[in-house]
C-alpha cells in the first residue's frame, strides 16, 4: 500500500540555520509527491510538489527532489527564517488510487532568533 | 487564501449530538475532500466527492456521512459525537481527480464536550 514516514519533531533551529526534513515513501508505481505547511491556526498551504522521478520542486528557498531510488523527498533549505516556523506534512498522492492523499504526521519547526 | 471556504469556524458540541460543516470549494474545482486532523490520528482522510458522486472513503465512521451538492459545495455530517471525535476537519477540493494539487480550507474546529 501507500504511505509516507517523515522524521520525528519537534525540529528546533536558530535563525539563518540549515534544515532537512527526512520523508520517505512506500508506494506501486510512480506517485506524485508533495510538501504542504500548516501555520499556526491556519489549514494546510502547498509548499512544493514533484510528479516525477529526479524532478524538483522548489518554493520560498524551499527544495525537494524526487528520489525513486531511495523512496525519499526530503525538504531543505539553506537559512531558515523565524517566519518558516510552522508544521510541515509530506504527502504523495499513488497511482490507481484517484486523488486521495496520504500525509505523514507532520514535522513541528521552530525558528529562534 | 486559498479560495476554499469552510463554516463555521468553530463548534462546541455535547456528547451524543449531531452537526453539520460545510465547505465551498474553489470557483472551478469538482473534487471535494474532507480531513480530519487530531493529535493521536494525525492527519486522516474521510472522503472524497467528484461532481455530486461519491469516489472514495478512506477512514470514515459510519456515524458520518457527506455529500456534494449540485452547486457543488459539500457538507459533512457528524452524529452521536463522541469525545474522541474532537478535531479539526479540513475540506479541499481539485479541479479533477488525477493527482491534482489540493487546495486547503482554514478547516472547523470541533469541539465535544
Known amino acids: 500500500g501507500n504511505s509516507v514516514t517523515q522524521m520525528e519533531g519537534p525540529v528546533t533551529l536558530s535563525e539563518e540555520a540549515f534544515l532537512t526534513i527526512n520523508c520517505t515513501y512506500t508506494?506501486?508505481?510512480?506517485?506524485?509527491l508533495f510538501w504542504y505547511v500548516q501555520y499556526p491556526g491556519e489549514g494546510l498551504q502547498l509548499l512544493l510538489k514533484?510528479?516525477?522521478?529526479?524532478d524538483k520542486g522548489s518554493n520560498k528557498g524551499f527544495e525537494a527532489t524526487y528520489r525513486k531510488e531511495t523512496t525519499s523527498f526530503h525538504l531543505e533549505k539553506g537559512s531558515v527564517q523565524v517566519s518558516d516556523s510552522a508544521v510541515y506534512f509530506c504527502a504523495l498522492i499513488g497511482t490507481n488510487t484517484g486523488n486521495q492523499f496520504y500525509f505523514g504526521t507532520g514535522t513541528s519547526l521552530t525558528v529562534i532568533p | 487564501d486559498s479560495g476554499v471556504t469552510q463554516t463555521p469556524k468553530h463548534l462546541i458540541t455535547a456528547t451524543g449530538q449531531r452537526v453539520t460543516l460545510r465547505c465551498s470549494p474553489r470557483s472551478g474545482d469538482l473534487s471535494v475532500y474532507w480531513y480530519q486532523q487530531s493529535l493521536d490520528q494525525g492527519l486522516q482522510f474521510l472522503i472524497q466527492y467528484y461532481n455530486g458522486e461519491e469516489r472514495a472513503k478512506g477512514n470514515i465512521l459510519e456515524r458520518f456521512s457527506a455529500q456534494q451538492f449540485p452547486d457543488l459545495h459539500s457538507e459533512l455530517n457528524l452524529s452521536s459525537l463522541e469525545l474522541g471525535d474532537s478535531a479539526l476537519y479540513f475540506c479541499?477540493?481539485?479541479?479533477?481527480?488525477?493527482?491534482?494539487?489540493?487546495?486547503f480550507g482554514p478547516g472547523t474546529r470541533l469541539l465535544v464536550l
Open positions: 508506494a506501486t508505481g510512480y506517485p506524485s
Open positions: 514533484a510528479t516525477k522521478a529526479d
Open positions: 479541499a477540493s481539485s479541479v479533477g481527480l488525477n493527482k491534482e494539487t489540493q487546495y
